[in-house]
């Protein structure tokens, strides 16, 4: 429970605050490793083709809301693996099915040994790094500010086609908060108002690919934070002093 709301505080809780946990999706997740990168690509077919109605009971039904290929855009460790989000329907005490999303990772077995076998080093990194926050920063929050280094090691660096699209954004408003203001944003935006905001710098049909990067937590639903972390950043530094 710890860790999961230090997550959520980390990566969601300068855009959500309070809700923030609604977007995490690891809460109940599922490692699978194949032999090779045939393999993998069979299983993968079995779960995507076994969702839905085609489940061999009702209890076991799901839905797969997202596929994520790591092996396309590896993370800045070189993991790579193909990550799946699923729907699943638990039954609560009253009866009542309540969708919960599980995360499924897809991994080859070379790739996923040389995990285990960097995992001492990132621990030994995560080590260190504690200690100088904690002789460079003693009041502050030691374990987010860890928690930040392992969750930027462990993303895909961001894609060239949003890169170009935060500076076309930039250079048509001015600044990407003056984007967000100018069309009448107020804290979180909905895919539709996104997809208006693409379509003010000429990139619609870019829009789905975008908000897929911009929003991991599926929380239908972005903050200028998301968007722009360096302005938000200076806004609220800016608002507290």
Known sequence: KDVAELKALVRYGAGEAGRCCRHL??????????????MLHSGLEVI????????????????????QNRFASPTRLGERFVEVL?????ERDDGSICPH??????EVQS??????????FLQEFERQLRNVLHRALPSSNTDALVYSARVALAQAPESHGLRVFR????????????????MG????????????LCQAVKCRE???VYWCELNPGAGGCISLFDLDPEASSLLARARFQ
Not at 177 to 182: C, D, G, I, L
Not at 185 to 196: D, I, K, L
């Open 25 to 38: 999706l690891d809460l109940a997740r599922l490692a699978l490793v194949f032999p090779n990168c045939d």
């Open 48 to 67: 995507l083709n076994s969702q839905g109605g085609q489940a061999h009971s009702q209890s076991m039904a799901y839905e797969i809301v997202q596929v």
């Open 86 to 90: 699923v729907v699943m329907p638990l």
């Open 101 to 106: 999303v599980c995360e499924l990772k897809l």
């Open 111 to 120: 790739f996923h040994h040389a995990r285990l076998q960097a995992l001492p």
């Open 167 to 182: 500076q076309q954004l930039a250079q048509v408003f001015s600044s990407i908060t003056s984007a967000w203001r100018r």
């Open 185 to 196: 944003h107020g804290r979180f935006v909905s895919f539709q108002q996104f997809r208006e």
């Open 206 to 208: 870019m829009a789905p």
